[in-house]
């Protein structure tokens, strides 16, 4: 089942071919967790010199797309506040505020801060379909921890955890 397209995605990541790396959103609770695929193909870039005799989907990228994957739960969570605030202003008549379909999401994708504990079970290949698990968790101001893990079929080959940050 597909929750998000790559139009989808596109409309909410600032990322760009080649360095969009999310092709389908499968499952997901806005500002809570999520699950995308990433398809690894021959003709990635990156293939060209990593390494040019045997083809492996750089780890960073893998991290990348893990990064990606949270940036989709935190945007939908953060539209998902902003149309509950909007249709709670205009029910009280408080304030006039800016409809949410005018505002440009992929602005406030945050930044990666930290890679903690990152392992790296098995190569990604050519041919492999990577699907890639996202949880927030614990929240300190605008730092979040995100538990991420990325699988190939049902073999973990990716898991550790990321910091985030929100957009000032």
Known sequence: MTVMNADEIRKLLPHRWPFLLLDRVTELKPGVSGVGIKNVTIS???FEGHFPNESIMPGVLIV????QMTAV?????ALQ?????EQE???TAEVQVE????????SRVGYLVAIRDMKFMKPVVPGDQLLLK???????????KVNVAAY??????????LSVSQRP
Do not use: H, N, Q, W
Not at 134 to 144: C, E, F, N
């Open 152 to 161: 190939v079929g049902k073999e973990c080959v990716v898991e550790g955890t």
């Open 81 to 85: 506040a902003m149309r509950e605030a």
């Open 73 to 77: 739960v935190y945007c939908t969570g």
């Open 99 to 106: 409809p949410v379909e005018e505002i440009d999401i992929s």
């Open 64 to 67: 990348e797309a893990l990064a």
């Open 134 to 144: 996202v949880k927030i968790g614990r929240s300190l101001g605008i730092l979040s």
């Open 89 to 91: 202003a205009v029910a």
């Open 44 to 46: 990635e870039p990156f």
